[in-house]
């Protein structure tokens, strides 16, 4: 798939996003809208995956750690079939199975485990990945995590376990967009210099623009040759992407738009495409 036609659906998902809080009425837009080009370029270029055959066998595995922007995965996910787009309407309505945060009882498609509590996604992926490797299976585990995210003490736990077992099927990705709910992630409990720490406990680190697809298809590819080792791709983001007013402003983390506001988001994201 071409750059150009990454870009399109990177657009379409970000309209999504803001149609599905709007009609919510709650949720999270910031780091929704941080993580489009990272998850575009994850799911249609690079994972293996069966939306007909959620259980396959040879799938990899995507686990969303910060799972407050499950907007961004339910978009992509209904985008590939996995369940009809109407469904995101119901985003945080009472008995949907699109529930504020991914919720493995309501039986998504797609979604491989409930997550939420910050800290514990890449501890999940990590206990995969062990397995895998036992049953000498070939399939990778990708992990979604938040910079603020970082300051968990379980974050380093699974990280130095991951080096120990010598996970090299198993990708941890940051959203480093620099802000958290409560203001500037270097602010709260620095957590820089991230790339270091990484590289100190025995992973390989990429850092890349996490908004830049060549520099995301280039990660991933290289996350594959990687032998002996876990990846860590340390993505450079901006809060809100896309949409302007939002953009780098932590209020932006767990508010919604107005419909005005919306309305606006909306026609700046088609703009941004002529």
């Given at each position: ?208 623009d996490g908004h830049n697809f060549e520099a995301a298809d280039k990660a991933y ?54």
């Open positions: 798939m071409e750059t150009s036609d990454l870009k399109i659906i990177s657009a379409d998902i970000r309209k999504d996003i803001i149609k599905m809080l709007g009609l919510a009425g709650t949720g999270h837009p910031g780091g929704s809208l941080s993580s489009v080009e990272l998850l575009v370029s994850l799911y249609f270029k690079h994972m293996k995956f069966n939306p007909k055959d959620v259980n396959d066998q040879n799938r990899d595995y995507f686990i969303l750690s910060k799972g407050h922007v499950c907007p961004v995965l339910y978009a992509v996910l209904a985008r590939l079939g996995y369940f009809n787009s109407d469904e995101l309407r119901t985003l945080r309505k009472a008995g949907s199975r699109l529930q504020g945060h991914p919720a493995k009882d309501k039986e998504l498609p797609g979604i491989e485990i409930s997550t939420g509590s910050l800290g514990y996604g890449l501890s999940i992926g990590a206990g995969i990945a062990v397995g895998m490797k036992q049953s000498k299976k070939n399939n990778r585990i990708y992990v979604l995590m938040g910079d603020g995210e970082q300051q968990e003490g379980s974050i380093w736990e699974a990280v130095m376990s991951a080096a120990h077992f010598k996970l090299d099927n198993l990708c941890a990705i940051v959203d480093d967009n620099g802000l958290q709910i409560d203001g500037a992630t270097k602010d709260i409990m620095n957590v820089d210099p991230l790339a270091d720490k990484y590289r100190a406990f025995g992973w390989s680190v990429i850092e890349i590819s290289q996350f594959k040759m990687k032998k002996g080792i876990p990846t860590a791709i340390i993505a450079k983001t901006v809060k809100g992407k896309g949409v302007s007013y939002m953009e780098n402003l932590a209020e932006w983390h767990g508010k919604v738009p107005s419909r005005e506001l919306a309305e606006k988001a909306l026609a700046e994201i088609d703009r941004s495409l002529r």
